[in-house]
């Protein structure tokens, strides 16, 4: 991208809306639902392991949304939740089909693409990966 404005506002707007809404599903794991009740509903949805995965999954999501919205570990964080949105599609959404109201994958495909993407273009300029680390955090960065 030839402006570098433009180009630092759309990894930061990213960045910030997919771990908002990252933390938002980890938040309600635990809250809402809590933890023992999506071990309980990972089980009757065939996770495996559900009562090891599901604080797992509560944990990286609460976390790692947080860490996304500051950049902070941002890549690592990132590929770590595109695997386990690719989990969920896999084990649980694929055959439901396409929309969300039947339990299909398009809310878990565009978030574990969205995931993707950060992972892909790092963290950009306005994270703490940038202040701590600097252009180090983002040389494989198209963005930056």
Do not use: C
Request: net charge neutral; proline share 4%.
């Amino acid at each position: 991208m030839k402006n570098p404005a433009l180009a630092t506002a759309a990894q930061t707007i990213l960045r910030v809306v997919v771990g908002f809404l990252f933390a938002a599903h980890g938040w309600q794991k635990y809250n809402e639902f809590t933890v023992a009740g999506t071990q309980g509903a990972f089980a009757q949805m065939g996770v495996p392991a559900a009562d090891l995965v599901a604080p797992i999954v509560a944990t990286l999501e609460l976390v790692g949304g947080i860490a996304l919205i500051l950049g902070l570990a941002t890549r690592p964080l990132a590929m770590l939740l595109t695997l386990n949105m690719i989990g969920a599609i896999a084990v649980v959404h694929a055959p439901a089909g396409i929309f969300v109201e039947a339990g299909g994958f398009e809310l878990v495909l565009i978030l574990g693409a969205s995931a993707l993407a950060v992972a892909l273009m790092g963290p950009g300029r306005l994270s703490l990966d940038n202040a701590f680390f600097g252009r180090m955090s983002s040389k494989l960065s198209v963005l930056a």
